[in-house]
């Protein structure tokens, strides 16, 4: 597997939903109402009917949430 991270030459991975959503641990649902909210990242319109989000705005994303006391 390439490690996209280490080399800046790689393209940065855009992902489907499904991928976003085993990253997250959040369902659909959940994805769509944070969408609307403003409170998640807004994908990239590919085409009329395919979205996609940047891998690296969903690990900021994460990284960004506060830490449970």
Same mark, same amino acid.
């Given at each position: 597997?390439?490690?996209?991270?280490?080399?800046?030459?790689?393209?940065?991975?855009l992902?489907?939903?499904?991928? &976003?959503r085993?990253?997250?641990s959040?369902?659909?649902?959940?994805?769509?109402?944070?969408?609307?909210?403003?409170?998640?990242?807004?994908?990239? &319109?590919l085409?009329d009917?395919? &979205?996609?989000?940047r891998e690296t705005?969903?690990?900021?994303?994460?990284?960004?949430?506060?830490v449970a006391?």
């Amino acid at each position: 597997m390439i490690d996209t991270h280490a080399n800046d030459n790689y393209p940065e991975r855009l992902l489907k939903l499904k991928e &976003v959503r085993a990253i997250t641990s959040l369902g659909t649902s959940t994805i769509y109402r944070r969408l609307a909210a403003g409170t998640f990242p807004k994908p990239r &319109v590919l085409s009329d009917a395919c &979205v996609r989000w940047r891998e690296t705005e969903i690990i900021a994303w994460i990284k960004g949430l506060p830490v449970a006391a």
